[in-house]
């Protein structure tokens, strides 16, 4: 599927809310609930760049949007909330623009190795200074190589967005169709230019070897591969945040619903990484007290025909407050539904368990069938 795309010039600024000719898809990325790989909070860095004159490489990564202040200027010029590299020049008078080829670099390592599928290179508040075309190239490198072995002439890399024109103070969007899993990107501007944000939506892929070794760990862990499927409400905060790594820090890292005014529940339905025995669970609250769940329960599913069995029967919760649960037999799913009654929410969601023996054969071959 292609994304709508945008090219050429914003206008400049003229004062007021400095998103309202932002461009973005009406009705967004058809990619964009997949988990951020590129993730500060999943450990996703920028580990290098060939050039940060004007704005550090760090900002690609931030959370949130970028932020404009027209009058904030500092000794090498103007404040950008990005990643933005000096103006190229030729080689003298009689050429001074830059060569056909001429580009600036980043190097990120995503926060969790996995297959991309659909990367947004944001340009906000870059007007006149964004790059006139970026692409993106991918490769899956073992253990945690310096900047240099990146850089080395023995690495391939996988073109995942070709050389693309883009517009400025705008959400581009790119689908990607490589079913491989990926460690670190190696992002483009041609010629130069800023880039406020860089999001690489995918899926995680995790190494079966080391989640056997741990034994027992998260099975719905974002960085686990678990995953948020479905949920009844996402009007304050993601359901995702609920398996985000860490304790949250303030309310909106953690799921918050609407107040409900039927007599319904919320409710979140995760798949965990694979088949897998659970143990015990814990649910946390953490910065919820007028507003945290009253109840949760948790039903499991073993296989996506299976049938939904309650595991926890509605359980009294804490406002701010962590709550192990261990069960009362060990049980076998793939499919977890958390129930909150009747609304509010909570913060993080452990499931503490191991994998059977088919899950983690499963999990080899989708390894090995990603490229390793
Ligand atoms: N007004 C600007 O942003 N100018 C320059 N950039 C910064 N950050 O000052 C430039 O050359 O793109």
């Known amino acids: 599927m292609t994304c709508p795309s945008f090219t050429g010039d914003a206008e400049p600024y003229r004062g007021g809310d400095p998103y309202a000719d932002y461009r973005v898809p009406t009705g967004g990325f058809p990619f964009a609930d997949r988990v951020d790989l590129a993730d500060r909070r999943l450990g996703a860095g920028v580990v290098a760049a060939n050039d940060e004159f004007f704005a550090e490489r760090e900002n690609l990564l931030s959370p949130g949007p970028a932020v404009f202040d027209p009058g904030h200027f500092g000794h090498k010029g103007k ?25 600036d670099w980043a190097l990120i390592r995503l926060g969790t190795p996995g297959v ?31 900047p240099g072995e990146l850089l080395a002439d023995s690495v391939t890399w996988t073109t995942l967005v070709p050389r ?37 939506h995918g899926d995680v892929v995790p190494d079966p070897d080391w989640l056997a070794a741990l034994g027992t760990f998260d099975l719905a862990a974002l960085e686990n591969g678990g995953q948020v499927e479905d949920a009844s409400d996402r009007f304050y905060s993601s359901p995702t945040n609920t398996i985000r790594p860490g304790r949250s820090r303030k309310m909106d890292d953690g799921w918050e619903t609407r107040r409900r005014r039927d007599r319904g ?16 669970v814990e649910i946390d609250t953490a910065y919820l007290k007028g507003n945290s769940a009253g109840w949760a329960s948790l039903r499991l599913r073993d296989g996506a025909d299976g049938d939904w069995t309650e595991i926890l029967p509605p359980a009294r919760l804490q406002p701010d407050t962590n709550h192990r649960f261990v069960l009362e037999r060990p049980v076998t799913g793939d499919g977890l539904r958390l129930g909150i009654h009747p609304d509010g929410g909570i913060s993080r969601l452990r499931v503490l368990g191991s994998l059977t023996d088919d899950g983690i054969t499963r999990l080899r071959a989708r390894l090995r069938a990603l490229g390793g």
């Open 265 to 280: 529940h919320d409710w979140i339905r995760y798949r965990l990484v694979e088949r897998a025995r659970i143990r015990a």
């Open 79 to 103: 404040i950008m909330d990005g990643w933005e590299t000096r103006r190229r020049r030729g080689t003298g008078a009689d050429r001074p623009h830059p060569g056909d080829t001429d580009h």
């Open 164 to 200: 693309t024109p883009v517009g400025g103070h705008a959400a581009n969007g790119f689908t990607v169709t490589a079913e491989e899993r990926f460690t670190h990107l190696r992002l483009k501007q041609h010629p130069d230019g800023g880039i406020a944000r860089l999001r690489v």
């Open 116 to 146: 991309v599928r659909g990367i947004v290179v944001d340009t906000a508040h870059f007007r006149g200074n964004h790059p006139q075309s970026v692409s993106v190239e991918a490769t899956r490198l073992p253990g945690t190589p310096s």
